[in-house]
């Protein structure tokens, strides 16, 4: 069964680096999502992409976060400067249409010290 | 007002109980509804779309009552692995908005 896949599965970093997630989202999909949940609480919306460019962003989405689709496969949140409440597990998502139901991988957890 | 809202429960059942969750939604104009499943530390996984007509898969059954905006799901025959938190998610104006969840708690 085709999934989402995502990268790396836990990332340690020192508050003020850069991260970068990488995401695979299933091969015939055309939208792409991601997502955070801060550990207790609910899952947040932070940008969704389409055809190459942001169709929406959150107001978490500001300046210190970009999208990137460099290749036909690869899907890339960076997260520049981390700050401590950057600590969440971070979800990619993916699905063949705007409305129907997404499809998310196992998530990224980023621990910022 | 939130999106979405749903009762965070906990839902504390036997195996073998039925349970039924509520979600409401604010905005009239949502396009789709759905229910996912997380369990804890792991990622959201679809257990259903909620179609206008209702629909059924098993021992879950979803409805949509748009005229009050609410969703809900029935669990028959809870089992233990049904032991979850259930979110209810809707679809509007280019976004998906998931509600806080609402965990159950099956016992032997």
């Known amino acids: 069964e085709p999934e989402v896949t995502q990268t790396p599965s836990h990332q340690v970093t020192q508050m003020g680096q850069e991260v970068i997630l990488r995401c695979v989202p299933i091969?015939?999909?055309?939208?792409f999502y991601w997502y955070r949940q801060i550990l207790g609480q609910k899952v947040e919306f932070l940008v969704s992409f389409y055809n190459n460019e942001i169709s929406e962003k959150s107001e978490i989405f500001d300046d210190q976060f970009s999208v990137e689709r460099p290749d036909g496969s690869n899907f890339t949140l960076k997260i520049r400067s981390t700050k401590l409440e950057d600590s969440a597990m971070y979800f990619c998502?993916?699905?063949?249409?705007?409305?129907?139901?997404?499809?998310f991988g196992e998530g990224s957890r980023l621990t910022v010290l | 007002r939130k999106e979405v809202e749903q009762d965070p429960g906990p839902f504390n059942v036997p195996e073998g109980a039925t349970v039924a969750f509520n979600c409401t939604y604010s905005?009239?104009?949502?396009?789709?509804f759905f229910w996912y499943r997380q369990d804890c530390r792991k990622e959201p996984k679809l257990l259903m779309s909620?179609?206008?007509s209702g629909n059924e898969d098993g021992r879950f059954t979803a409805q949509l009552n748009r005229a009050s905006q609410y969703i809900s799901l029935l669990i028959r025959d809870s089992k233990l692995s049904d032991s979850a938190t259930y979110l209810c998610?809707?679809?509007?104006?280019?976004?998906?908005?998931f509600g806080s969840g609402t965990k159950l708690n099956v016992k032997p």
């Open positions: 909620v179609y206008s």
């Open positions: 998610v809707v679809y509007n104006f280019n976004k998906f908005y």
């Open positions: 905005n009239s104009a949502s396009q789709s």
């Open positions: 091969s015939n999909h055309l939208y």
């Open positions: 998502a993916s699905s063949t249409e705007r409305e129907v139901e997404l499809f």
